[in-house]
DNA sequence: CCGGATCCTATCGGATACTG
DNA sequence: CAGTATCCGATAGGATCCGG
């Protein structure tokens, strides 16, 4: 009981509740399994080889097409406007289509995209820590 | 100048220094390309179907390969196999043998694993918002 | 300039059978 | 019990061509 099923884009994964009650203190104390949906829908949405260099590209201020897809090497205008699509429905990045000819479109990174901010920086610290754990 | 390229288990990418030195405040102040390995370091290290749910699974207490299958509902023994053997290698897990008959053999979770719980509660959190967000 | 459509490959993960 | 080996389908990502 408490057991819950969950479909994210990638995987339909069963949660089993009891798997939350004994986590050790350093992991969430009350984690649920409703809360493993929500790292894994966190993990969807920014995993992938290229969604983040996109976002970061944006972020510096690359805002069309051709320019994002310069800044980053080797994307293919496939994989660019795939993740681009995706990253629009998960409202991380707003296309605005200004109607002149010949019609030009631009990309910008939304307010929300930049609470981000927090993962990366605790990723950063987290990858930076493991290089050196794993080399030993 | 100052572009890296990265190679991970999973992607070969070159990340353009300039893309880092204007982004906006709330994401890493002064991230380098070097971070961005991190990241994705970071990601290839807990991303797959299953890794997560290995390591809370451990963390709950289910020792033995048979225990942490149980607790997985649908996981195979060549996928639980092969994750294990990854978790291992980046030291979030240790395998240890006990010479008994028949051979008992004992996975926990180290230390190092529990250094995690700030980016799993920074998912939670981030991801709890997304759905809200995603619905509107 | 901004992509969509098509085809292809490589990898991920599942099913099943088998072993010390 | 604790896995390995083999085969196979699904899908992520790449290459290329085409169109508005």
Same mark, same amino acid.
């Given at each position: 009981? /408490?057991? %819950?099923v969950y479909i994210c884009n990638r995987y339909t994964v069963v949660y089993r509740a009891e798997l939350f009650s004994t986590m050790p203190r350093t992991l969430p104390k009350h984690a649920t399994a409703e809360d493993m949906k929500y790292v894994q829908d966190t993990l969807y949405v920014i995993s992938g080889k290229w969604k983040m260099l996109i976002i970061l590209a944006i972020c510096a201020g690359n805002n069309r097409f051709k320019d994002i897809q310069r800044a980053i090497p080797?994307?293919?205008?496939?994989m660019l406007?795939?993740?681009?699509k995706e990253l629009e429905q998960n409202k991380l990045v707003t296309r605005r289509v200004y109607d002149? %000819?010949?019609?030009?479109?631009e =990309? %910008?990174?939304t #307010? =929300?995209?930049? %609470?981000? /901010? #927090?993962?990366?920086?605790?990723m950063i610290?987290? /990858?930076?820590e493991h290089r050196k754990i794993v080399k030993k």
């Open positions: 009981m /408490g057991d %819950s080797r994307i293919t205008t496939r406007s795939k993740e681009l002149e %000819s010949p019609v030009l479109i =990309y %910008s990174t #307010a =929300y995209c930049k %609470s981000f /901010g #927090a993962i990366i920086h605790e610290r987290w /990858g930076k």
